[in-house]
Structures are given as structure tokens and as C-alpha cells.
């Protein structure tokens, strides 16, 4: 069963009889229906009532209505309104735009608009480059999305895509104070996309592609890098890939392996899959058996993806032919982006000794991390009510601040890795267990940290 969690945190206004035991009746009726307070409020105090703002979370909709029901089932209490947290926090978006200098006289005016304007106007069409410097291009980046592929949902399209991409955005000025702008696009056309953004490129210093659907999104993003003369980044390939290594990196230390000695299987071949593949490669792994619903890539099959011939001509030392659950009989590491449950606790027992697991589809993962710890030494999900959550916010931040900080266009993997290593740097080894082999999202070092090592390696190439 799942946890109460803040993402159903509920606001209940309750009236109720006036009495020394009103509040605690209260508390231990939403504790009984299962669910977690975390306020009580009086906001009116009368001779014969009260009325009592009772915050809690709980776990899903339904959830929220046994509680609601479980209040109302008190003598004389009456649940005037019930409000759900996450949507107010939603109400009229997450962002908004703050000019940077004030215009308080005419003066202020006349330099930030006309006619002063007219003359850094000129200096850009003169120099195109002075836009980087002279516009909000120095730290501004588009957000992208054409909504085909949104967290676990799916096709919801742009509209319902644009609340993740709000929260992309106020990360990125959160953790690395780069501005960032959500541009939901209303096609799903490949031509149509690579079009759209390169006519809306002068604006941004980068590009951020989200939650677009594989295999359309490789497409996307080689044209787009190479049409372009400003970074583009998939953060669902190379985000994912960049804390994953950092985190596989650490692991590796806890149980003494290396990684060019372990046998890892990839569950998934979609975006985030190949990216993961392909920086591990980069990093020195040598025995990585990739797994698509259909079981191991092997060099026997002729595939129609460009990206699965890849695998298939530079993964799989051993040829071996199988399904998942023979594949991970004998690994040392199980790193998954596929779907829920494709595993159970027989076949995490039947890993080597000292086994990693980094079970990380969401919300529900590859295998029941409980179970998984059981028998595997180390342990992480993409999920935050587990320890070792493998979280993109701890990459894309400071690796499009030091992008943007470079004045670079190209992406490499020696930049990939160096944020890696930025990363899994920030547990030092007089900290580093099972438990915790990932800094947290909110270590404040973080960006900062990956933002130069980007800087320095983007210097190098």
C-alpha cells in the first residue's frame, strides 16, 4: 500500500463544536482513516463552534474522501470544504516574468525602451554575437515539449504538459538561477518541431528537450544540435544518464567492484536506456546486456532502429539470448527505466553477491525496493520515499548554467562525465553506505559544483 504523501496533501475546513477536546477528536479521526497531519488551524473561535483548518496528506484521491467521510461521521462536525494543495499551488501557473531593472522616471524609460533601445538594436545587427551578452539570450533557455511523453502519463499533449514544464523551469532558477521558459508545441511532426525551435532559437542560450516520445526525440535532438549554434540537451537521455552514473559510481565503491569487471543488464531501450548504455560505455564498462520487452539485444537479430543496432553491435560481449529475468541471473548490477514490476524477489537473489539494484521507473518501479534490499546490497529508485532517489534535478540545473556560463554549442561526453563525477563527488567517503550513495536534490553545492566541472571541461575540448 502507499504512503500519505505531500503530492495528496489536503486542506480540510471542518466546523465543529466548541470544546477543550475539539482539535484532538479531530486529529485522531484523520489518523485513524490512515492519513498524516501536518496542521491544525483555528481560523474562527465562537461561544457554541469552531471552525478548523486540518491539513494532512494522504494517499490518493479516494484516500482524501475516506477522510473527508471520516470527519463527518463526528458528532456535530460538519467538513465545510475540502481544498487540494497541489492544484492550489497550481492556480494561474508557478511562473511569472520580473523585469531585472526599474523603471521609476523617464529617464529609466527612455534607456530601457525608446529611443535608447534602438541604439543596442543596432550594435546586435551589427554583431549577432552581442545578443548573447545584451538580451536575456545570456540566460534564458527554452523548455521543450510537444507533450508525447509526460513523466508516466504518456500522450497528454502540450496543454496538459505545460504544469511539468512550469516546475522544470522553476528548477533551473531554483538550483542554478538560470531563467527558464516553458514552449509547449501543439505537433507532434518531427519537421514541424525542428522548424519551430530553430525560428525560436534567437531568443534562448540553450535548449532543453522534455517529455518527447522515442524515437522521435534522437531525431529531434541530432538535428536540432546540428542545425543549431547553441546547446541542446534531451534531459530525459542525458540527465537520467549523468546521475545515474554518479550514483552507480558510488555504489560501485560501497560493495569494492569495478566497473569495468561487473556485468550490468539495462531494462529499457527507449531515451533514457541508450543514454545510460552509452555513458557507461564511456565511462569503461565492458559487459552490458540491454533488455527490451522482447528480452537481450543480441547481434543475431537485424533491428530498424539505428539506436538498437548500436546497442546490439556495441553491448553484449557474451551474445547472450533471454529474457530479462535470465539476464539478471549471475549480474553484479540491475539498472532499470522500463515498467512496473518486471522483476520479483527471486530473480534479485539470484544476482551475484553484493548486487546493486536501481530500480527507477515511476512511480512504480521494477521490483518492490523492500524486496529488493533483501538480497541486493545497494538499492536506489527514481522515487523520494526511498533512500538513494536518482533525480535529474541533481543534473540539469548546473549543466545548462555551466553551458550557458562557456558560451558553448557542442556537448560532449567528457562534459557528461565530468558532471557525473561533480556529482557522486558530493558524498565523500566518510559518508558514503547502502543508504546514501546520492547527494540530496536540495544539497545547495550541488549545481554549483556541476556547473564548473561543465565550465572546465567545455574549456578542454
Not at 73 to 96: I, Y
Not at 407 to 419: C, F, H, K, S, W
Not at 441 to 455: G, H, I, K, S
Amino acid at each position: 500500500m502507499a504512503a500519505p504523501s505531500p503530492g495528496y496533501s489536503l486542506t480540510l475546513r471542518v466546523e465543529t463544536p466548541a470544546s477543550i477536546t475539539a482539535t484532538s477528536e479531530l486529529a485522531a479521526a484523520v489518523g485513524s482513516a490512515g492519513a498524516h497531519i501536518t496542521a491544525l488551524d483555528v481560523t474562527e473561535s465562537h461561544h457554541t463552534h469552531m471552525v478548523v483548518d486540518v491539513s494532512c496528506n494522504t494517499m490518493n484521491v479516494a484516500h482524501g474522501e475516506q477522510v473527508r467521510d471520516a470527519l463527518n461521521e463526528l458528532d456535530g462536525v460538519n467538513v465545510r470544504n475540502v481544498s487540494d494543495r497541489t492544484f492550489l499551488m497550481h492556480l494561474g501557473g508557478k511562473l511569472e516574468v520580473v523585469p531585472k531593472v526599474a523603471l521609476r522616471n523617464r529617464d529609466d524609460l527612455s534607456r530601457a525602451y525608446t529611443p535608447g533601445v534602438a541604439r543596442v538594436c543596432m550594435a546586435i545587427a551589427e554583431n549577432p554575437a552581442d545578443a548573447r551578452n545584451l538580451t536575456v539570450k545570456r540566460n534564458t533557455i527554452a523548455v521543450v515539449t510537444d507533450g508525447s511523453a509526460v513523466l508516466g502519463l504518456g500522450n497528454i499533449g502540450p496543454a496538459a504538459a505545460l504544469p511539468v514544464m512550469e516546475g522544470k523551469a522553476a528548477l533551473f532558477k531554483q538550483f542554478a538561477d538560470v531563467d527558464a521558459w516553458p514552449v509547449c508545441l501543439d505537433t507532434q511532426d518531427t519537421d514541424e518541431i525542428v522548424m519551430i525551435v530553430k525560428a525560436l532559437a534567437p531568443v534562448y542560450g540553450g535548449v532543453n528537450l522534455e517529455d518527447i516520445a522515442a524515437p522521435r526525440c534522437f531525431e529531434i535532438e541530432a538535428r536540432l544540435r546540428e542545425e543549431l549554434d547553441i546547446p541542446v540537451f534531451h534531459d530525459d537521455q542525458h540527465g537520467t544518464a549523468i546521475v545515474t552514473l554518479a550514483a552507480l559510481a558510488n555504489a560501485l565503491k560501497v560493495v569494492e567492484k569495478k566497473i569495468e569487471d561487473v556485468r550490468i543488464v539495462v531494462s529499457g531501450v527507449g531515451a533514457a536506456g541508450n543514454a545510460i548504455i552509452q555513458l557507461l560505455a564511456a565511462r569503461g564498462a565492458k559487459n552490458i546486456i540491454a533488455c527490451g520487452r522482447n528480452g537481450a539485444i543480441t547481434r543475431d537479430e537485424q533491428y530498424a532502429d539505428e539506436h538498437r543496432v548500436w546497442l546490439a553491435q556495441n553491448t553484449n560481449p557474451e551474445n547472450f539470448s533471454g529474457s530479462l529475468k535470465e539476464a539478471v541471473v549471475n549480474a553484479d548490477v540491475f539498472i532499470g527505466v522500463s515498467a512496473p514490476n518486471v522483476l520479483d524477489e527471486v530473480d534479485i537473489a539470484a544476482m551475484n553477491e553484493r548486487a546493486i539494484v536501481f530500480a527507477m521507473a515511476n512511480p512504480d518501479p521494477e521490483v518492490d525496493p523492500e524486496v529488493a534490499g533483501r538480497h541486493a546490497a545497494v538499492v536506489a529508485t527514481g522515487r523520494s520515499d526511498f533512500p538513494n532517489q536518482i533525480n535529474n534535478v541533481l543534473a540539469f540545473p548546473g549543466f545548462f548554467r555551466g553551458l550557458l556560463d562557456a558560451g558553448v554549442a557542442d556537448i560532449t561526453d567528457e562534459m557528461l562525465l565530468a558532471a557525473a563525477d561533480a556529482i557522486s563527488a558530493r558524498v565523500g567517503d566518510d559518508e558514503l553506505n547502502p543508504g546514501f550513495i546520492i547527494p540530496s536534490v536540495f544539497d545547495p553545492q550541488v549545481a554549483t559544483d556541476v556547473a564548473v566541472a561543465v565550465e572546465l571541461a567545455a574549456k578542454k575540448d
